[in-house]
Every structure is written in structure tokens, then in C-alpha cells.
């Protein structure tokens, strides 16, 4: 288990998270260190609801001997009672020109695409 920023990661028995050599795919390994399952608390709040406290958890996996592809997914729920709050799963495609694209299907049904490019990463 690793604290940094206020997050707690836990990462599963075996899995591998360096960048050596022939653990992931070269066009993955600006990103390898998201790799792994983080977990953390957070505060969250609208101007139409009362502030209120999350557990959130998030999982990035690669497997080395597939496409350059990060598949993502994240979950939170409430810290009081345990329900579940929100859920969301999809991929990250980091390119070689330093762009990722991302592609995300919430549980509500809303799916996003999005592109970040390489200076705003």
C-alpha cells in the first residue's frame, strides 16, 4: 500500500506495475504509473444538495501482450451508509504523438469521448 496526495493505492497480489522491459506496451509507459487499483475519500457538493462524503475506487490494467490500450473503471459510494454512488468504465488509448484518447460509459447511461493533447497531460 502506497500513501501519496491524500489517495491510499493497493495494488493486487502479483500484478505487475514497473515499466521495465517487456512489462507494457512502449507506447503505455508515460502512463505506467496510473497502473494499479487507487482508493481514496473525497468531499463533493451541490448548490441543491447538502456536502456529503464519497469513497471513491479507480483501476487501471494493461496487459503487455495486447494493443496500447489502458482499460479503466471507478466506483464510488457513500462513506456513511456504503451505497453505491456512481460508476463509470472505459479505455484509454495513449498515442504516439503524446495524445490519449478516452472513452467512458458512465452508469447513468451518458458515454463520453474525449482527446487530451500532449502538453495538457
Same mark, same amino acid.
Given at each position: 500500500? $502506497?500513501?501519496? @496526495? ?8 502479483? +500484478? +505487475? *506495475?514497473?515499466? !521495465?522491459? @517487456?512489462?507494457?506496451?512502449? *507506447?503505455?509507459? /508515460?502512463l505506467a504509473y496510473l497502473l494499479g487499483t487507487w482508493k481514496g475519500v @473525497?468531499?463533493g457538493g451541490f448548490p441543491t444538495i447538502s456536502s456529503f462524503s464519497y469513497g471513491e475506487l479507480l483501476h487501471f490494467s494493461h496487459s503487455p ?6 482499460? =479503466?473503471?471507478?466506483?464510488? &459510494? ?5 451505497? /453505491?454512488?456512481?460508476? +463509470?468504465?472505459? =479505455? &484509454?488509448? /495513449?498515442? /504516439?504523438? !503524446? ?12 458515454? $463520453? ?5 500532449? $502538453?495538457?497531460?
Amino acid at each position: 500500500m $502506497e500513501e501519496e @496526495g491524500g489517495r491510499e493505492a493497493t495494488r493486487g497480489a502479483g +500484478e +505487475e *506495475v514497473s515499466a !521495465g522491459a @517487456g512489462v507494457v506496451h512502449p *507506447v503505455i509507459e /508515460p502512463l505506467a504509473y496510473l497502473l494499479g487499483t487507487w482508493k481514496g475519500v @473525497g468531499e463533493g457538493g451541490f448548490p441543491t444538495i447538502s456536502s456529503f462524503s464519497y469513497g471513491e475506487l479507480l483501476h487501471f490494467s494493461h496487459s503487455p501482450t495486447k494493443k496500447p490500450v489502458i482499460a =479503466y473503471s471507478q466506483k464510488t &459510494w457513500k462513506l456513511n451508509s456504503g451505497e /453505491p454512488m456512481h460508476a +463509470e468504465s472505459g =479505455y &484509454w488509448r /495513449p498515442k /504516439p504523438d !503524446g495524445t490519449i484518447e478516452v472513452v467512458i460509459a458512465q452508469s447513468t447511461g451518458v458515454v $463520453e469521448v474525449q482527446l487530451a493533447l500532449g $502538453e495538457n497531460i
